[in-house]
């Protein structure tokens, strides 16, 4: 095995090894010639016989080489070059052969990587596969609940005797702001038990991580931070630590750096700081106990398990909670990308297996015309296998020359997919990044391996069966054979492919087409957004930045209306209960209603003008009587048959509670939440009259061009104060684009692959049939002769062609149908057998169909029989 | 070549070992010699091909029964010189002593029917 290691070294004792035997069986060669002279015979005779005698001088050669045992990979390198002469002799297929290969093994890698990425690796903590989360299935939910009170967490850490620790950490959302120096920064904090550390097994890298007990609220407050953020905050600076910050009002310093690579347990957002949660929330304070907002992982004693865990924390909490694992650590979006990723998954599959069918067919097609080479090969004494593995190693050549280009892909076609993440996601990107560590690296190799398999292996054994020596050496190349059934087979099982994947982007597309083309209740064109946050320091007076900022973009040329509400249009709502006074109704059964609050001119701006009554004015404001406008759900549910104008109803509870507000205008239904959910009752109020979030979302409605409106907006909020921060600030387009994500996705990666299929397959289809024309030039020319008609000629390659299609057609649609079901409830807006994206697909796929298999058809009927018949 | 006419006798597999390494015994040879050798005291009945001779050899080589080195043949020219190596020489006798029990073996197997036969 060492020799093996030292390649050159191995190299050059391979050749002298070489040498040697050749001068010694030259040696005995020159003996016998002696032997020959010395009885008599003249010197060519004595050399004839000599050589006679010893057989062919190769074959010693190689079996004495043989005894080495090294001679394998001898022979691998042999195979390898003849390979590659052969497949430089043939540009254009392998070309073509490397590339699809290339484009089916990224892919799979890429979505493979994203896979691993979020459902695969464990955290890199110490012996992760210890680990479990705290669950709780509720019967309204589909996903079990992930967050507890703290008070769960300090009722079972110190009780769980199944297991030798239990840790809590708020849950991620998203960074928060932060002050270094005086200067404002953000970054993801989270408050965390003092055993974090600990229980995860994460030592410090620099400094230390705090321990249990840790630091009360009295003490000096300390934080740790990720090996990321000191890198890109700190410049690895040993001065970070002894740094400090502030975060809500306390002055935190940090200890220490944890260990590279651990980012937490969220992967949709890696932690940058890490706070023991005694120094903010305190042991005695009543939030302990108020809102679900803790993760609790807990890592389990030796030789216990889940089960056993589950029962003892039920039993210590009293609800049915229990432990899943906790190896691969928390992710939303595992739960939200699991479908759509699973597809693509399938969808790549599908694009890798017509790549390798394709190319299992156009290496039969080349076979054929070899098969006369290789019956030589047989003849002069190669063995079966010998010749197999000839041929399976010219199929290593192409898969392995694929497979090297598939990293590269991959990382471009992941890149690509990640790119649909919403901004909202982008934190998580830091882990989903394409990363070729050692398991995804396996795979594409596995990959590889796999492919050439499939696609080198069937026609090797196919081609070799047929292999009988001298007859085959009678027989011209060329005779007239049928086309196999494995060739058949692989076109067939192309069009399958094909058919399931154009059926799932058609139903994709349509879907997207109906999210996007359904009345909403907004125009999106002609709409700019845009997140303003005031000045901090301004509290008393937001209103007031906020409206100034309103005047100036509302003077802005080609501004038709600017307004804002609290929370944008399908980025989320808020529920309160509401009542109606005269009805004495229990408080927890009052229903629950959207409420937003926006400003006057807000539901023009959207483009959806009040129907009846007023919008509201800016006189509408604390010291006007409080006032409403509601949606036509909301007049159908609480007045029905009525007028809704001049009701009056309260909300339950926060500010105003309880005070009645009248009903001043009706607008029509439209989409808050997302664009798949009807729309729900909801109310409308102004924002004067309640005041809102830090931050509002406004609405510009402009007939000039969007990006120069938007370029505006950034100096004059600074113009009226520097400290005005303005986000997200897009066409509404956008904003509608980011809650179709999965839709988008799915629908272009799945009209990209199925259409880089149907071009493989169509090309593929195209190689055989051109081909099956050049080699049956003489039956054609024959046909003719006797007096077939061309266009009959045309017909008999085309209708081998339909066969095919009309095979493929027919096992296809059944596939696809079953795909389109499992996958009905992402689609909107039609049944999963939605006659028209059926219809679409199955006509691109005949008209691609058609026209690969007409061009050699039209070839064929204009063959020239006297021509075709003399070259014979 | 002036060969004898007589019938020869297949080498049994895995004799021709046996064969070259009792040949070595009486010092180093060349291949050629070990063939030789091999065919004359056999008084021809055993003819060692060389397609069968040499990945033998380096098959005794690479397991350490006999060893190899170039030296100059009695003609001058250079030659590959074999020679018994220690654990060779124990191989020499296990297998010998595997032989001649085979052989008695298939000896007594047969020898009554040689009896009976005329």
């Known amino acids: ?872 | 070549m002036a060969r004898a006419a007589r019938s020869r006798v297949e080498l049994l597999q895995g004799t021709l070992d046996l064969l070259i390494l009792r040949t070595l015994l009486f010092g180093p040879r060349h291949g050629h010699a070990i063939a030789k050798h091999i065919q004359r005291t056999s008084e021809d009945l055993l003819q060692v091909e060389t397609g069968s001779l040499y990945p033998a050899l380096h098959r005794l080589e690479a397991q350490g029964w006999i060893a190899a080195s170039w030296a100059q043949s009695e003609k001058g020219t250079r030659a590959r010189y074999y020679r018994l190596t220690l654990r060779g020489r124990r191989q020499l006798a296990a297998a010998r002593a595997k032989w001649e029990t085979f052989s008695r073996a298939v000896g007594l197997v047969l020898r009554p029917a040689d009896e009976e036969a005329p």
């Open chain 1, 1 to 872: 095995m060492t020799r093996l290691l030292n390649p050159r070294r191995w190299l050059a004792r391979r050749r002298s090894r070489e040498a040697e035997i050749r001068e010694e069986l030259e040696f005995h060669i020159q003996q016998e010639i002696e032997e020959g002279l010395a009885a008599g015979l003249n010197e060519a005779n004595a050399r004839r016989a000599a050589r006679r005698e010893l057989g062919s001088l190769t074959v010693i050669e190689e079996d004495t080489r043989a005894a080495w045992g090294w001679s394998w990979l001898e022979r691998l390198g042999q195979d390898v070059r003849y390979a590659g002469r052969l497949l430089r002799r043939r540009p254009v297929f392998s070309l073509a052969a490397v590339i699809t290969l290339a484009l089916g093994m990224g892919g799979a890698t890429a979505v493979f990587s994203l896979v691993h990425a979020l459902l695969l690796r464990h955290l890199p903590v110490d012996r992760p596969e210890q680990l479990v989360r705290l669950i709780e299935y509720r019967p309204d939910r589909a996903a079990p609940l992930e967050t507890f009170t703290v008070a769960t967490h300090d009722r079972l850490r110190p009780s769980m005797r199944t297991l030798s620790g239990l840790a809590g950490s708020t849950d991620s959302r998203g960074p928060t702001s932060i002050e270094i120096n005086g200067e404002r920064a953000t970054a993801v904090v989270q408050l965390v038990s003092d055993n974090y550390f600990e229980v995860l097994g994460v030592p410090a890298f620099k400094g230390r991580v705090f321990r249990a007990p840790g630091p009360g609220l009295n003490e000096e407050p300390i934080a740790v931070i990720s090996a990321d953020y000191w890198r890109s905050r700190y410049a690895a600076s040993p001065s970070a630590l002894g740094a400090r910050f502030r975060r809500g009002g306390r002055e935190f310093t940090i200890v220490g750096v944890a260990a590279p690579g651990f980012r937490g347990t969220d992967i949709d957002v890696p932690a940058d700081i890490w706070i023991p949660i005694e120094q903010v929330v305190p042991r005695t304070d009543e939030d302990r106990s108020r809102g679900r907002w803790m993760r609790i992982m807990g890592r389990l004693a030796p030789g216990t398990n889940r089960k056993q865990a589950s029962r003892e924390s039920a039993a210590l909490v009293g609800r049915p909670v229990e432990f899943a694992s906790g190896a691969v650590g928390y992710s939303t979006l595992r739960h939200r990308l699991a479908r759509p990723l699973a597809l693509v998954a399938f969808v790549v599959a599908l694009v890798l297996l017509i790549a390798c069918a394709n190319l299992a067919n156009l290496m039969l097609a080349g076979m054929k015309s070899r098969e006369r080479e290789l019956a030589v090969r047989t003849a002069i004494g190669a063995s079966r296998s010998r010749v197999v593995r000839q041929l399976l190693t010219e199929g290593l050549v192409l898969a392995v020359a694929g497979g090297a280009l598939a990293p590269g892909v991959a990382s471009w076609i992941s890149g690509a997919l990640l790119a649909f993440l919403p901004p909202g996601d982008a934190l998580a990107l830091a882990n989903l990044r394409f990363d070729l560590d050692g398991r995804v690296l396996g795979f594409a190799a596995l990959l590889t391996c796999g492919a050439c398999l499939l696609f080198a292996l069937a026609p090797a054994l196919r081609v070799t069966a047929g292999l009988g020596g001298a007859p085959d050496l009678r027989t011209r190349p060329g005779g007239e054979r049928a086309r196999s059934w494995a060739s058949r087979g692989a076109l067939v099982g192309q069009i399958v492919m094909c058919t399931a994947l154009l059926v799932i982007a058609g139903v994709f597309l349509r879907t997207l087409q109906n999210l996007r083309g359904q009345d909403a209740g907004y125009r999106e064109e002609g709409l700019l957004v845009a997140d303003v946050q005031p000045p901090a320091d301004s509290d008393d007076r937001r209103d007031q930045y906020i409206e100034a900022l309103l005047a100036r973009i509302a003077a802005l040329p080609g501004v038709a209306i600017a307004a804002f509400s609290h929370i944008g249009q399908l980025d989320g709502a808020i529920e309160f209960r509401i009542g109606f006074p005269g009805h004495d109704t229990p408080k927890d059964d009052l229903p629950l209603m959207i409420e937003q609050r926006i400003s006057p001119g807000f539901l023009q701006a959207m483009g959806n003008p009040v129907i009846a009554g007023r919008d509201f004015a800016w006189s509408d404001d604390v010291h006007a009587p409080l006032v409403a406008i509601v949606n036509e759900s909301f007049a159908r549910r609480f007045f029905p048959g009525q007028d809704p104008l001049g009701g009056r109803f309260y909300r339950a509870s926060g500010t105003f509670g309880g005070e009645p507000m009248t009903i001043v205008g009706v607008v029509r239904d439209s989409r808050w939440e997302n664009l798949r959910h009807d729309p729900s009752p909801m109310y409308y109020r102004p924002y004067r009259q309640m005041g809102g979030t830090p931050v509002v979302r406004f609405a510009i409605r402009s007939s000039g061009d969007l990006n120069v409106l938007a370029g505006q907006l950034r100096p004059i909020a600074r113009s009226i104060d520097p400290a005005f921060v303005l986000t997200n600030v897009v066409p509404f387009r956008e904003i509608v684009d980011r809650t179709l994500v999965i839709e988008r996705l799915v629908a272009q990666v799945s009209t990209a692959f199925g259409l880089l299929a149907l071009s493989i397959a169509a090309v593929g289809l195209y190689g055989v049939q051109a081909y099956s024309v050049a080699r049956r030039r003489r039956e054609i020319g024959v046909r003719m002769a006797v007096g077939a008609r061309p266009h009959a000629i045309a017909w008999m390659f085309l209708r081998e062609s339909l066969v095919l299609l009309v095979v493929g057609l027919a096992l296809g649609l059944p596939l696809a149908l079953v795909i389109t079901r499992l996958v009905s409830s992402m689609l909107f807006g039609l049944g999963p057998h939605d006659p028209a994206s059926i219809g679409v697909a199955l006509g691109v796929l005949t008209a691609a169909t058609l026209a690969a298999a007409w061009l050699p058809a039209r070839r064929a009927a204009t063959i020239d029989p006297i021509g075709a018949l003399r070259d014979d």
